[in-house]
């Protein structure tokens, strides 16, 4: 998929130069596709990392099955990251598939995570929720970031089987 995109791209810059050199389009309109497929370019590098499994920056789904965290602490060149693999619940049913989130390093929420990744390894499946943090003002009709998200871990309640 990613050869296939950028073989297409590589076509639409073969176009574009070709309308720039041998066109007699004026000089504005020349200028207006270089900008266009300039902009073009880094919509299109975007839409590739998201394609390739690269981690997300969007905000965490408000319930979710934690299933697996890299942590990057921070150190004198890099802010540190926490790297979240989760499975979206959507009525109370996994999605179809998981998602890789990349987070903002925070020591309270290594911990946390941490803490979630040791119970998932003797088995017990840990559930998240992300809630926007109150008290933020602004206008309300804009998302918050996911470093604007309160992350919270527990274990996966068990099933309850109805009565035969």
Known sequence: MQLALTLSFAALVLLCTFALLWSRWPGWLKGLLVTG????????????HNLAGWP??????????????????????????LFLWVNGLQNGKPVALPRAYKLPYTKDLHALLNEGMKKSRQGVTQ???AVPKAGKKGVNWLRPGNDEQEVKIRDLPAPQLPEK
């Open 127 to 129: 559930m998240g929720t």
């Open 56 to 81: 997300t920056t969007d905000t965490l789904p408000e319930r979710f099955t934690l299933l697996a965290v890299v942590i990057e602490e921070p150190t004198n060149k890099t802010p540190g990251a």
């Open 37 to 48: 497929v300039a902009v073009f370019y880094f919509y299109a590098d975007d839409v590739v």
